[in-house]
């Protein structure tokens, strides 16, 4: 396992997220390479267990990319996924990893550049730590 | 006679719904599209989302989209048009006429090697955009050098899937179906037509569909003439609607607004965002609450301007009539959104000649009273914005409701 | 049910210091209905231990199971009897009955709570549970409209309510808590029983268990 | 016994355009994959040789887990499931990699590694995938239309022309609802009565409609396709099954008198008082000089008032010819037909006048007097009125919040059936076979009202068609903790009692939505979500960062 590489998994909501990924490849808007997407059904499919092992197998950021608070097709699977990514968060603080590196995004599907954002955002976060 | 096709006429969000629903219930559609993609102006607009939906409705139309591509009992036919009709309810002959298709949308890849190789310049092969569907490379005619009566064939050469067809010639089908839905939809009102309001002659005048495609192409508003961020921003509403000849509401534009207002803030809370009205229309699910936050942070005047003239500095002069202050007005904005209303699609009346039926008093198709999806010719049925305004939900379900109308048809005749 | 909470991870850590090779054991009954120590959780502590102490050089070497029920030795024996071999230390995620269960069978392995067991509950929505018994040993709900104050009045008032109840019947000491005695009250007149309002009860014997308790039934 | 993998890896280049990812060495390093069998390499795998040429390999080496690397699944991913189908593959069969979207085309530099992973994390998902089986659930299907006014009534007859039987209750002891309460549809021969008349007499002579008046719902439990509703009839309960729930049970209308200082009485009036004015002009002792509205006051948001203001000003200005004054903040016009109605009513001299502050109303011998300050004309309007009709506000009826926590179902801001989110317009709810139409969703008009009633019945049809069951409880493993139960945004989960005796939690297939909600919050991992099973995720998770 080669620790030296700093990879990001994003969990994408297929309803959103994972077409805004897309979308931002049709438009050739470049962004880390570094990023692995994870289609789920729904943000609310991510469980903090899936997160924890990302960060096991050595990864150092996790996205987890559902839809805008209100537009979720299961109502509360948005919603639930940011609590969970919450308490991730903690779980992570009490092993030494930095809070900031587990991070909720509500998108659209029409939303490359915030996708986009995100994603450098985060790579940039973790080129710093 | 038993004909289970039925055949949906423009594949924008009410066409769309309309296909779907015929084809779950059993049919087997056609589905037409005069454009080379599917989707309809609803394809190109974006989320107006802040912090929390606004309820847009706009992230309901890939889904469906992706949904109709992939069903087992929709053809789709783009570039396509109806030009002729023949035979009766339950048992129609359609003739469509389908345009010259270089690029085959079945054979495409989407790959791009045709447009990378093109060596006209603007490339006579245009990509497609990211939201299109079909995701196929489209051939500009009056570029291309081949169908300019040149020796050029790179592209056709390097195509990986043979995909290129200069001989294709436009195609003449005819189909058997057993019932029609009309869902043409409509056009944007051409700000052009107010010339004093400076559309098309001001850059940093737009329209609603302008500020629609903008942020669903770069997520966020610049200004056109310096690519600064807009401080002083004005809607005008009403523009090309509940006017002498545009005698009703285009039912999306007040909300429209406001969502953008509430965006445009979201994005720059410094921004100052003015909405000129006649009459706001608020009402509708869950609006309530939102136009509560609106009058919070967007300023609401009663009033349109008359005209807009560009200072040198590129700053917008609008002139208009605040009604509550009795008196004519000035006020310097950077940009002007100006709110274009729905209006009929222009061909529309070559297509209510071919299928014989009637267009109302206000240019749209005419439907009958307390059914607002049938029409006087049996077996015919209208859907979404091609019958009268409406929004993004209003015409998935007038679709739906079109599609039950149709279905019932069909199954009484079986 | 047993309610518990799953213990910070620093005081996990403390008890597992020096040891390697360690075993997590979930319990599949009430631990897991209260999201304390079920399956899951045993999952994500281990990938939290894991993550600990891979930071800091030295990885521990992890082994999970989950018990039906911690507490009956016969299916501690069951699943576990394989696995402790091979470990140093055993984790447990049960309740207290759970670990003192499992530590009893194998005596010669050190076994550490990884949950703190709160109270005897009752799931108010998902993921929230409540306190409802304290287990004296001298029920007397009867005479309460079912509503125990000895846990849900937070003075344990036997003669309430007491002169501090907030307006909307909320608790002097947590205004987001019900009065417990607002809520007897309520129930008992729903109940036409408001008569046993007015009754004074003697202070209660909280010796009634003699500890440690213990109940044989008689047919058995 | 477990069939071992036997993985067939299809790498697709797309007509050799992704020059980013170097084909031959993901061939060579994805041959070394576990279990795999074949590697090849396409620049069309989508087209119909691509596909040919696939489905004989799949055949010839006897693959039974794909794994395509290629465009973005949302393109093809039906196309490749339907030919693998063809050679004999269960669609869930296989797994793709997107290597053009979210790799190639996303990244300038070389981006063969990441392919390469992505190609792994497939293979690795792919590996543990299952046939998924589609159970063709039977499904009731009777409709229960719960509210028989004209949307309730219409939706029976709909539901009835497509031979489908239909229960219609109402809570009143007779049929009708509010349509009575306008007076005409201005310009329209037909009356709302006699509308109501004709939808009644239709629903009394159709076989496939029973109708039960003077009935409530007192409970519902079941899922789509599989409702049992305990309805009480006076003294008498029934108990009936249904494969889907329509309601239809409208608005209620009330002058709030807070809003207008006086409460209503013989010259202040409601639209209902107004409309019976109207159809016996003779019984009034003389005829009102003055009529006027008053709107905005109670609710700026609502589209109803307006509706039936326009065409009851007309009717006055028709019938009793008076003068006629509408007082408003913002004229809704945002329906069909609106606009010209209300240039039809200022030419037949409506006259509007709109305020900004609310205005006073009070009582000057014996006539109602409104004080307003016009902001189109910029004066304060003085107006004595014989009668003043208040502004009704529009409100869900009583049983709304009951109905709607029993059902688990979300209500809107205003306390109207569904919850605001997009996706369950325009008619559908966050349970599966549970519809909204017309009034009690919220502010509506006849012709969105029909449109909700044709949607619903075409809802309901889809609902029909078999599905596949994708998410299941795994009975050994549920400790029957109730939280699916509670956490499923769709209520498609119960409790049933399995062989043994215990008790488990089941998913209804029909009912079931896969967001995977309960998966995730399941504290036992008894929840099994095939295509995003935990151990799925986690083995395209573990593919990370292994060298390759």
């Known amino acids: 396992m080669s620790r030296e590489d700093n990879k990001i998994v994003a969990f994408c909501c297929q309803h959103s997220a994972y077409q805004v990924a897309n979308k931002a490849g049709r438009m050739r808007l470049h962004y880390p390479d570094n990023v692995r997407i994870i289609r789920v059904p729904c943000a609310g499919r991510v469980d903090v267990q899936h997160i924890l092992k990302a960060f096991e197998k050595g990864v150092v950021g996790v996205l987890v990319m559902g839809c805008q608070e209100g537009a979720c097709q299961h109502l509360t699977g948005n919603t639930r996924a940011k609590k969970r990514v919450k308490y991730t968060e903690d779980l992570l603080k009490e092993v030494g990893i930095d809070g900031g590196r587990v991070k909720m995004v509500n998108l659209a599907p029409d939303m490359a550049q915030r996708f986009v954002g995100e994603i450098k955002e985060m790579a940039e976060k973790i080129e710093g730590r | 006679m038993e004909n289970n096709h039925a055949l949906v006429i423009g594949a924008g969000i009410s066409g769309i719904a309309s296909a779907l629903e015929l084809a779950n219930g059993g049919l087997s559609v056609y589905l037409i599209e005069k454009e080379a993609t599917i989707g309809g102006y609803a394809a190109s607009f974006c989320c107006k989302a802040t912090d929390v939906c606004t309820k847009c409705s706009v992230c309901l139309v890939p889904e469906k989209i992706n949904e109709v591509v992939s069903h087992p009992r929709i053809s789709i036919l783009v570039n396509s048009i109806v030009t002729g009709i023949s035979g009766e309810n339950g048992n129609f002959r359609v003739e469509v006429f389908q345009k010259s298709q270089y690029i085959s949308p079945e054979r495409c890849i989407a790959c791009g090697i045709c447009a990378e190789v093109c060596p006209t310049e603007p490339k006579a092969i245009l990509s497609p955009l990211a939201e299109a569907v079909p995701y196929s490379y489209s051939l500009n005619e009056t570029q291309c050098l081949r169908l300019k009566g040149e020796d050029c064939n790179l592209c056709r050469e390097r195509c990986p899937t043979n995909a290129i067809d200069f001989k294709s010639k436009p195609k003449r089908q005819e189909l058997s179906v057993g019932t029609i839905i009309v869902a043409t939809g409509f056009e944007v009102f051409d700000a052009r037509e107010t010339g004093s309001l400076g559309y098309s002659r001001y850059p940093n005048v737009l329209t609603g569909l302008d500020l629609e495609r903008i942020f669903n192409r770069e997520g966020s508003l610049k200004l056109p003439s310096n690519g600064k961020e807009p401080q002083k921003i004005a809607f005008v509403q009403c523009v090309g609607s509940r006017n002498e000849s545009h005698c009703y509401c285009s039912q999306v534009c007040c909300k429209y607004a406001m969502r953008f207002a509430r965006l445009i803030k979201y994005q720059n809370p410094n921004a100052e965002v003015t909405i000129f009205y006649i009459d706001l229309q608020t009402a509708g699910k869950g609006f309530d609450k939102f136009y509560e936050e609106c009058k919070e942070s967007i300023r609401f005047v009663r009033g349109v301007p008359v005209e807009i003239l560009e200072a040198p500095s590129g700053e917008l002069e609008m002139k208009f009539e605040n009604i509550l202050e009795e008196k004519g007005n000035r006020e310097v904005f950077d940009l002007v959104v100006l709110s274009v209303g729905m209006v009929p699609m222009k061909d529309s009346r070559d297509l209510a000649r071919i299928l014989g039926i009637n267009i109302g008093d206000e240019g749209f198709f005419d439907a009958k009273p307390f059914d607002s999806t049938e029409t006087n010719v049996e077996g015919i049925f209208l859907a979404g914005t091609c019958q009268g305004p409406k929004d993004i939900c209003d015409s998935i379900a007038h679709g739906m409701t079109a599609a039950k109308r149709a279905t019932e048809v069909l199954t009484r005749w079986k | ?144 409209g079912g509503i125990c104050p000895v846990v849900r009045c937070a003075k344990g008032l036997l003669n309430g309510p007491c002169g501090g109840t907030r307006k909307g019947g909320k608790c002097e000491i947590d205004p987001e808590k019900e009065c417990a005695w607002v809520l007897i009250y309520q129930r008992l007149e729903k109940q036409d029983r408001l008569d046993l309002m007015r009754k004074y009860y003697e202070p209660k014997n909280y010796g009634a268990v003699q500890r440690p308790g213990r109940v044989e039934a008689a047919t058995a | 016994m477990e069939v071992r993998a036997r993985l067939g890896i299809f790498l697709c280049d797309c007509g050799k355009s992704l020059n980013n990812i170097d084909f031959s060495k993901v061939k060579e390093r994805a041959e070394k994959f576990q279990d795999v069998v074949y590697v090849g390499l396409s620049s069309c795998l989508c087209l119909k040789e691509g596909l040919e040429e696939m489905l004989s390999v799949v055949r010839q080496e006897r693959i039974n887990r794909v794994v395509i690397a290629a465009c973005s699944p949302e393109l093809k991913e039906n196309v490749f499931r339907k030919a693998l189908e063809e050679a004999g593959l269960n669609y869930n069969c296989l797994s793709i990699a997107n290597i053009r979207e979210q790799c190639s085309w996303a990244h300038e530099a070389d981006v063969t590694d990441k392919a390469l992973e992505l190609i792994r994390m497939a293979a690795n998902k792919a590996r543990l995938l299952q046939p998924v089986e589609r159970k063709d659930t039977p499904v009731n299907t009777e409709v229960l239309v719960v509210g028989g006014g004209f949307s309730g009534m219409k939706s029976a007859l709909e539901l009835s022309e ?273 519809f909204f139409v017309g009034g009690c969703r919220g502010d509506s008009d006849l012709a969105r009202a029909s449109t909700d009633i044709s949607s619903a019945v075409t809802s309901f049809i889809r609902l029909l068609s078999p599905r596949d069951v994708m998410v299941e409880v795994k009975p050994q493993k549920c400790r029957a903790c109730l939280t699916c139960i509670r956490v499923c945004p769709h209520s498609a989960v119960k409790l049933v009692r399995v062989e043994t005796g215990e008790e488990v939690a089941k998913i209804s297939g029909v009912a079931c939505d896969r967001c995977g909600i309960c998966t995730a919050i399941c504290p036992a991992k008894a929840i099994r979500f095939e295509g995003y099973a935990d151990e799925q995720i986690l083995a395209e998770i573990e593919a990370i960062g292994e060298s390759l």
Not at chain 4, 219 to 247: C, L, M, P, Y
Not at chain 4, 327 to 355: H, I, Q, T
């Open chain 4, 162 to 434: 497509l031979g489908l039987r239909v229960t219609l209750m109402e809570r009143e002891p007779v049929l009708g609802g509010k349509l009575g309460e306008f007076e005409g549809f201005y310009g329209f021969e037909t009356t709302p009565k006699e509308i109501l008349s004709s939808v009644r007499e239709a629903i009394e002579g159709n076989k496939n409609i029973g109708v039960l008046t003077s009935a409530e719902i007192i409970r519902v439990e079941g899922e789509a396709g599989n409702f049992t509703v305990s309805i009480r009839r006076g003294e008498e309960k029934v108990s009936r099954s249904f494969g889907a729930i329509i309601f239809a049970t409208g608005y209620t209308t009330e002058i709030l008198p807070q809003d207008f200082e006086l409460k209503p009485d013989v010259n202040i009036i409601s639209q209902r008082k107004l409309v019976e004015m109207l159809e016996a002009p003779a019984g009034l002792e003389q005829r009102p000089g003055t009529i006027g509205f008053v709107l905005d006051v109670s609710d700026e948001n609502s589209r109803l008032p307006f509706l039936s203001t326009l065409n009851n000003a007309l009717a006055v200005k028709e019938k009793l010819g008076s003068e006629v004054y509408v007082f408003c903040k913002n004229l809704k016009v945002d329906s069909e037909g609106m606009e010209r109605l209300y240039r039809e009513a200022r030419e037949r001299g409506v006259v509007f006048l709109k305020f900004e502050e609310k205005p006073r109303i009070s009582k000057e011998d014996g006539r109602v007097k409104v004080e307003a300050r016009d902001v189109l004309r910029g004066e304060e309007v003085v107006l004595l009125c014989d009668f003043l009709v208040a502004e009704e506000k529009v409100l869900p009826p009583e049983g709304t919040q009951t109905l709607s926590s029993m059902l688990n179902i979300g209500t809107d801001s205003r306390g109207f059936y569904q919850d605001e989110n997009v996706y369950l317009y325009p008619v559908a709810s966050e349970r599966r076979g549970v």
């Open chain 3, 1 to 144: 049910m047993i309610i518990a909470e799953r213990k910070p991870l620093e005081e996990i850590k403390n008890m597992l210091a020096g040891y390697k090779k360690i075993l997590v054991v979930g319990c599949g009954t009430c631990t897991t209905i209260c999201w304390a120590g079920g399956e899951k959780e045993v999952g994500v502590l281990s990938s939290q231990l894991k993550l600990a102490s891979s930071g800091e050089g030295n990885e521990l070497s992890i082994v999970e199971a989950t018990v039906e029920r911690q507490c009956e030795k016969e299916m501690v024996i069951e699943e576990l009897r394989d696995k402790v071999e091979e470990v140093e230390a055993i984790l447990s995620m049960g309740c207290g009955v759970g670990a003192q269960t499992i530590a009893e069978i194998f005596e010669e392995k050190p076994v550490f709570p990884a949950v703190n067991t709160t109270f005897m509950g009752m799931p108010e929505k998902e993921g929230a549970w409540v306190e409802m018994c304290g287990a004296c040993g001298d029920c007397f709900l009867d005479r309460m």
